[in-house]
């Protein structure tokens, strides 16, 4: 669950790949749209243009207070681009991220679909202009390439399409499968049960580092299934104590010993969440590897106030500095959904290949992050094994405390989880 202040970007989506000609077989490939190349933030170098990307023409970016590791990436952005085809060393999978900023003043928005052979990419991309602190977009997506040549087309739906880069990198043979389901919970059993005891194990206990208020249980009163293929999380008022200490509230924290990798997968939920002051839902992924916080890692899909129905975050929690004394960083977005996320139930989504991830609400990318795109003199934290966490918080350093009016009991109402990876 998230830490320190918020960084807010844009819509981002992630899409691998492409380095020079000549780097080996499964090199990372990496271009960007100008003839020249450029070093990313990091010390990495992108090649350049050649005859990679057709269509539209090269425009300088009003760049700003662009939220990224790698500015020099977005220098330059290729305004109306039309195609890519991108010479790859071999047939086979590979896994893509396509970067672009846009260059139009706000509130200009450019929505285009994009194309790979017969693939089309979901959900289509959407660049805005925001009126704060401006951020790049990426999308990220599995490509089978049967050929020597990685195509894409990229059809204009509102504005022009834009592009600033293209990165590639090879996954494996054509027939390689696609990621592997490591957790599918429809949450069916009868009313008043408790979860799937070999999937989900409650973490009870108090404390938590953020001034959360509440004492977690695995009692029937804080978890269990509704008989209507639901699980709810329930968080009471109530006094009870454990070890010595009494709180004012209880809840419960699921945990999901997964130990799953996120250079390549797919994490889901459908959910309901409760409304009210003070309140703290969170559906996220915490480092398995036994190497103490925040070396870890952290990635939140997606995290709620009950202070605001229609407002969601997205956060990614990692390591800077030396190993032996890391500081930690995080960067993410604040997402505001023209539908109340307490009313029905909404999809949460995380997808992730090498370098890259994107996350979702209801089909439609709200965030994403790239190894190029992360603070300079910081570590990568998603090249490591995570599990999965469902719980509800009280109070807390980022909802603030509850109020009188606060609705108790309040429930996260799981429709089911999914993850492949």
């Known amino acids: 669950m998230s830490r320190a202040s918020i960084v807010t970007f844009a819509f981002v989506g992630a899409l691998m790949g492409c380095s020079a000609p000549a780097a080996s077989a499964d090199a990372v490939l990496r271009r960007v749209v100008t003839p020249s190349g450029i070093v990313d933030g990091h010390g990495v170098r992108w090649a350049g243009a ?62 285009f679909a994009v194309t790979f052979g017969q693939q089309r990419l979901t959900p289509d991309v959407e660049a805005y202009a925001p009126r704060t602190a401006r951020s790049p977009t990426h999308a990220v997506a599995e490509v089978v390439v049967t050929g020597r040549v990685l195509r894409a087309s990229l059809r204009p739906l509102r504005g022009r399409p834009v592009l600033s880069a ?8 054509v027939d390689m499968p696609e990621v592997a389901p490591v957790l599918a919970d429809q949450f ?29 249980t695995g009692r029937p009163e804080n ?6 293929g ?16 009494t ?14 990798r996120l250079t390549r997968s797919f994490v889901r939920a459908r959910m309901r969440v409760p409304s009210g002051v003070g309140l703290w839902s969170a559906f996220w992924l915490l480092g398995a590897d036994p190497v103490p916080y925040p070396e870890s890692g952290e990635v939140d899909i997606v995290e709620q106030l009950g202070n605001d129905p229609r407002l969601s975050y997205n956060f990614i929690h990692g390591a800077s500095g030396p190993r032996a004394a890391p500081d930690a960083w995080q960067t993410g977005h604040t997402h505001r959904s023209s539908r109340r996320l307490d009313q029905g139930f909404h999809d949460y989504a995380m997808r992730s290949v090498p370098g890259a991830v994107e996350f979702q ?19 990568w934290p998603l090249d490591r094994t995570y599990n999965l966490l ?4 009280v109070g807390g350093d980022f909802p603030g405390p509850p109020l009188l009016s606060t609705p108790f009991p309040a429930r996260l109402i799981v429709d089911d989880v999914s993850v492949n990876g």
């Open 50 to 111: 050649g005859s990679v990307f057709t269509g539209g023409s090269l425009r300088a970016t009003r760049r700003g207070t662009l939220v990224t590791g790698s500015p020099k990436l977005y220098d330059v952005v290729r305004d109306g681009v039309a195609q890519v085809r991108l010479p790859v060393p071999r047939p086979g999978r590979y896994a893509v991220v396509l970067y672009m900023a846009n260059p139009s003043p706000p509130p200009n928005q450019r929505h």
């Open 390 to 393: 469902l719980n509800i918080s």
């Open 230 to 245: 639901h699980l709810v999380i329930t968080a009471r008022a109530e006094r009870f104590s454990r070890d010595g200490i």
């Open 247 to 260: 709180r004012d509230y209880t809840s419960a924290r699921l945990l999901a010993p997964l130990g799953i």
């Open 166 to 173: 293209i990165e590639a990198r090879r996954l494996g043979p």
């Open 188 to 216: 069916d059993g009868p009313a008043g049960s408790l979860p799937d005891p070999t999937r989900w194990f409650p973490e009870n206990g108090g404390g938590y580092p953020h001034g959360e208020l509440e004492t977690t």
């Open 223 to 228: 978890v269990g299934l509704d008989g209507a």
């Open 361 to 379: 609400l209801d089909g439609r990318r709200t965030m994403t992050m790239t190894r190029a795109d992360r603070p300079v003199a910081t570590r």
